[in-house]
């Protein structure tokens, strides 16, 4: 960074939970000596009035949100803004989170790629009929149909057998349940930087499990739990003997899904089928993720920042030299 360089302005606009969780230290510490500035939005003042900012990144979902956004945007065209609300919305409904998964095309001789099958349970009468739960095998995992980020939208519900169902309140999604040696794959993408970490997933479910009375068991952000301090020492030992999915295989669909999606801040969740090794099924996409529990997320970050930033001022250059040449 030579002195001269000037400085890049990114505004963050964050609930505070997120603000806690994201803006440490470490990354404020490694921004200020790239030359990066993050500053805070205000979210209670007008978006308009805020800046200048060379990018902004948000995790917000409020309409007014939006239409600010948009504002600035047509204010202030050279600003990047990380990542488009529209694209950010096809995350928030657990049905077209994964129909994206099923539009990608990928060709590997010696892995699959999936998604468990799911259907949408809109209302009590639903679930009295039998074609809509028609090809859908027990267990099944409920899952609330919207993913805000708020608490409810992470509560979830291992259901046994159709017994366990009358438990339940829709709307819901039902996925099927797929037994995968109790280990997910977290595959976080950030611009160019994809990687791929394991964590800590619900066991498998013996089929003697099956049918059990009552039937339903409640759960809530089952991954977050691994490997914290005085954590099971047996599940330290599962997590770490798991075989990583290869990296060119994560590598692909990390990047076929940043094309299709049109996101550059997000992670995604994958399993890979205990009955079948060589089948893999995504099980849930996430917009901005917890970053922070990367190693060294301070230099993803720092490097995504400078990535964007660069990228467009070629942009504009390339732009304004083919004007000049017209
Ligand atoms: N179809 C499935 N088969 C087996 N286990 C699953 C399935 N879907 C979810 N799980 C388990 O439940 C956990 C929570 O599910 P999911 O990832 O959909 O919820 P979430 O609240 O959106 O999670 P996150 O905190 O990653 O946003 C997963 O991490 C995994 O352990
Ligand atoms: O802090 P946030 O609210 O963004 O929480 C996100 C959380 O990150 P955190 O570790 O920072 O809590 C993420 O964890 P990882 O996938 O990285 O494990 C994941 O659970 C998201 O779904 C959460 O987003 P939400 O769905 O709740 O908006
Ligand atoms: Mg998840
Ligand atoms: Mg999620």
Known sequence: MTESAPRIRIGYGLEPKKVHSFIQPSLVNLCNERGIDLVPIDINKPLIQQGPFDCVT????????????????????????????HAIERLQNRIS???????????????????????????????????????????????????????????????????GLKGLNPPFVLQEFVNHGAVIFKVYVAGEHVQCVKRRSLPDIPDASLGS???????????????????????????????????????????????????????????????????YLVIDINYFPGYAKLPDFEIVLTDFFREVVCQKESETQAWATKESQE
């Open 213 to 279: 009375s009552g039937g339903l068991l409640s759960f809530s952000q089952v991954s977050n739990l691994a490997c914290q301090d005085g954590d099971d020492d047996s599940y330290k030992l599962i997590i770490e003997e798991a075989k990583m999915p290869p990296t060119s295989f994560v590598d692909e669909v990390a990047n076929a899904l940043q094309q299709v999606l049109g996101l550059r801040l997000f992670n995604f969740d994958m399993i890979r089928d205990s009955r079948d090794a060589s089948r």
């Open 97 to 163: 989170m994964l129909e994206v998964v099923n539009e990608l095309k990928i060709t590997r001789a010696s892995e699959e790629l999936g998604t468990p099958s799911q259907t949408f349970i809109f209302n009590s009468e639903s679930l009295s009929d039998q074609s809509i739960l028609q090809g859908l095998n027990f267990p099944v995992i409920a899952k609330p149909l919207v993913a805000d980020g708020s608490a409810i939208s992470h509560k979830m519900y291992i259901v046994f057998s159709r017994d």
């Open 58 to 85: 948000h995790k917000l979902y409020s309409e007014d949100w939006k239409n600010q956004l948009e504002e600035f945007s047509k204010a202030n065209p050279n600003t990047v803004i990380i990542d488009p609300p």
